[in-house]
């Protein structure tokens, strides 16, 4: 018995540890170059994952899920803080703008470019709403590493908070249409479902935030503790998954509404901040090393066409969203470019699409998870050189 848990948990302290001190190591080389830290530990990731070395215990590779949904909550959490009134006083007009445009521009591109390849319409169709999504983790990383705070970044958090919500609603109107196309009728509308998927995310980080705003903080004064805001985060994200809700959603409306509601203090928001790089550290890692660089052999021409037309309908969206909006040069220069990052999000609405329409799987699913390869691991480069040239420029 004391052979087997010391033959358990040494695999799991030794890369544990081994993952965060490479995680530093990779932090300080970030710094010192212009690849950013998520790049560097995807690609440190794929390094060690089943493709290459295979040095990742089965363990992690079993539990990258409940990993990822950690992080994703916690991502959620503090970018909601960033949706407060008075940021959207600054940007309101031009986030919403700017991030509705981002999201239908490229699928509207994806769509047309596969339309024009002589794919069906239902995968065109479906292709195209996964190519709305972006990847709010690795963006959220770029920025707090690249430590600059000025307008584009604090408009870029915006943007990516209300990116994700427009990407499932178009998610749930293209299921809705391929059932319809494919002749299933009498089933649940996939509208009514992903309006479930919404409204109830609203409503279970509006009921737990809430309480939240008004009794953290109370037990040391003006200062809530790390248990508080992490205990607050968890049960925000484990109700929201037993109620079959977006976690992700439900996670940016309570950060939203601490952070408008509660006057006595912002500490929750600090406190997560204070652990949540040791989670993206190991979420980035075994991102990468989950990463199926196989796919990259099967992509393709539709798979090169998607790629190419999702970065354009990324830069054109935000470019029209800004004009739009008359927010400046600036933005309507480089949102787009800062917004290439995609990952969990995408790959989870191929998995769902799949799953409804299997025949459709053996296209679908190649297309994205190999697109997601190449924007997790470029898209981090060009966010980062977004923000600094736009506060520079």
Not at 244 to 263: H, P, Q, Y
Request: proline share 3%.
């Amino acid at each position: 018995m004391e052979t087997t848990q010391i033959n358990i948990s040494s695999p799991f302290m030794l890369t544990l540890g081994g993952i965060l001190l490479v995680g530093l190591l990779l932090s300080t080389i970030a710094k010192r170059t212009f690849l950013p830290r998520a790049t560097l530990l995807l690609m440190f990731g794929a390094m060690i994952g089943a493709d290459a070395l295979n040095l990742v215990p089965r363990l992690f590779v079993d539990q990258f899920g409940l990993i990822a949904e950690l992080t994703l909550l916690m991502v959620g959490f503090l970018l909601g803080g960033k949706l407060t009134k008075a940021s959207f006083h600054d940007h309101s007009a031009m986030s919403f703008s700017i991030s509705i445009c981002a999201a239908v521009l490229p699928a509207m591109t994806v769509f047309l470019g596969m339309i024009a390849l002589g794919i069906a319409t239902p995968i065109a169709l479906l292709l195209g709403c996964f190519a709305a999504a972006t990847a709010p983790a690795a963006i959220l990383d770029v920025v707090q590493e690249s430590e600059i705070k000025n307008r584009f970044s604090e408009l870029l958090l915006m943007i990516v908070a209300l990116d994700d919500i427009w990407a499932l609603l178009l998610f749930g109107v293209g299921m809705a249409i391929v059932t319809s196309l494919n002749g299933l009728a009498g089933e649940a509308s996939f509208i009514g479902v992903v309006a479930w998927e919404l409204g109830g995310a609203v409503i279970v980080g509006a009921v737990i935030g809430l309480p939240a705003a008004y009794l953290t903080g109370r037990i040391k004064q003006g200062k809530p503790m790390l248990s508080e805001a992490l205990g607050i985060v968890l049960l925000c994200g484990g109700v929201a998954l037993w109620l079959n809700v977006s976690f992700l959603i439900a996670a940016i409306v309570m950060g939203t509404v601490i952070a408008n509601l509660a006057r006595h203090h912002d500490y929750p928001f600090h406190a997560i901040e204070g652990i949540e790089s040791l989670f993206m550290t190991v979420f980035f890692v075994f991102a990468g090393a989950s990463l199926e660089f196989e796919a990259l052999g099967a992509i393709g021409v539709a798979g090169a066409v998607y790629i190419l037309c999702r970065a354009l309908g990324k830069y054109i969206g935000a470019w029209v969203g800004d004009y739009l909006s008359r927010s400046g040069q600036n933005n309507r220069q480089w949102m787009g470019v800062a917004l290439l990052p995609q990952a969990g999000v995408a790959i989870g609405m191929a998995l769902v699409a799949s799953n409804r329409f299997p025949e459709y799987r053996q296209i679908m699913l190649p297309i994205v998870i190999a697109s997601t390869v190449v924007f997790e691991i470029i898209g981090p480069v060009f966010t980062r050189l977004a923000i600094h040239r736009a506060g520079r420029d």
